[in-house]
């Protein structure tokens, strides 16, 4: 079956440091690849995606590229901010619309 | 433009005792889905709708869970009895999926903020 697999948190930085959260992913077929983050109180929301191999997703600082010949969907960012703290999610996406997510990392921004 | 709606945002009830989830989809969404997170972990699929009809049900615990969604928009999630193990945060999620052309944001999934429940 399908299966999101990601670095377990909780990550702690300083602000403007590299931010990068491995996932990994087993799909059959050629599945989408989503980020989402999940901000204290608040609900999931897209951050980024990719549906083919090679592309590169970006949004508000945060880079993730496909890479199917390692199944893989690691999210950057080159310079974090207290805001970015937050839960984030990896997430696949095949047939009939269904997301399967990895289990979450949290990341803390220390000031 | 509105987004999700859940309510209530917390609940907390006792074992055995039966409870509710509302859900009001972004309006004009087709597509509604409920979802179980647990603590410490990604969100996992109960149950799909395409307007009124559960398309995916698989994932829902039948004995003591159901759903409903009779006029095709809002949607409520129930169970009878609970046990400790339902403690959990259980998501909605709604999309505007179709076939044919797919614009941009086409079948993204939008989720509402959640319900947290305890039962003690």
């Known amino acids: 079956g399908n299966s999101v697999t990601q670095m377990e948190g909780p990550v702690t930085l300083s602000e403007e440091a590299f931010l990068t959260i491995n996932c990994t992913y087993t799909a059959t077929g050629y599945p989408s690849l989503f980020w989402y983050v999940q901000y204290p109180g608040e609900g999931l929301q897209l951050l980024l995606k990719a549906t083919k191999a090679d592309d590169k997703g970006s949004n508000k600082g945060f880079e993730a590229t496909y890479r199917k010949e390692t199944t893989s969907f690691h999210l950057e960012k080159g310079s974090v901010q207290v805001s970015d703290s937050a839960v984030y999610f990896c997430a696949l996406k095949t047939a009939g619309n269904k997301l399967t997510f990895g289990g979450g990392t949290r990341v803390l921004v220390k000031p | 433009e509105a987004g999700v709606v859940q309510s209530p945002r917390y609940k907390i009830i006792e074992k055995k005792q039966p409870v509710a989830f509302w859900c009001n989809p972004i309006?004009?969404?087709?597509?509604l889905y409920w979802y179980l997170q647990n603590l410490g972990q990604g969100p996992e699929l109960l149950i799909r709708?395409?307007?009124?009809?559960?398309?995916?049900d698989s994932q829902l615990p039948k004995d003591r869970f159901s759903a409903e969604r009779l006029k095709g928009v809002d949607s409520t999630l129930k169970i009878q009895p609970a046990e400790l193990g339902d403690s959990a945060v259980y998501l909605c999620a709604s999309s505007l999926t179709g076939q044919g052309r797919v614009a941009a944001g086409h079948n993204e999934q939008f989720f509402g903020p959640g319900t947290r429940l305890t039962v003690l």
């Open positions: 709708y395409e307007n009124e009809e559960a398309v995916d």
């Open positions: 309006s004009g969404h087709n597509t």
